[in-house]
Nanobody, 127 residues
Framework: QPQLAESGGGWVQPGGSLKLSCAASGFTLADYAVGWFRQAPGKEREVVACVATSEANFARYRDVASGRFTSSRDSAKNTVHLRMNSLQPGDTAIYFC???????????????????WGQGTQVTVSS
């Protein structure tokens, strides 16, 4: 059964950094597009970034992440990472990764287009 597991969340002070990991089991993550999403308390889930397959080898970032977040693949570990720098209290949320057999033709796919989801990892940014 295909599964995703996020890790790396935690508490960090404003201006700090975290590196999230999204590890896949039961399928080859390199063949799937990956989306990073977050959901803050009382708010809807929003896409942060999306990563094309290893063959396509590119990523897109939404405005909230542009210039601060970077996603990378570690195909040997069947994992995708999200490096987050310059974190601010507004970045506090549960972060999810998702995978799908998708082509990133334009923008990032909506949440409903992904068919494998992780359980999420909490990121808290506060002083």
């Amino acid at each position: 059964q295909p599964q995703l597991a996020e890790s790396g969340g935690g508490w960090v002070q404003p201006g700090g950094s975290l590196k999230l990991s999204c590890a896949a089991s039961g399928f080859t993550l390199a063949d799937y597009a990956v989306g990073w999403f977050r959901q803050a308390p009382g708010k809807e889930r929003e896409v942060v970034a999306c990563v094309a397959t290893s063959e396509a080898n590119f990523a897109r970032y939404r405005d909230v992440a542009s210039g601060r977040f970077t996603s990378s693949r570690d195909s040997a570990k069947n994992t995708v990472h999200l490096r987050m720098n310059s974190l601010q209290p507004g970045d506090t949320a549960i972060y999810f990764c998702a995978a799908g057999r998708l082509q990133l033709l334009t923008g990032c796919p909506d949440a409903g287009e992904y068919n494998v989801w992780g359980q999420g990892t909490q990121v808290t940014v506060s002083s």
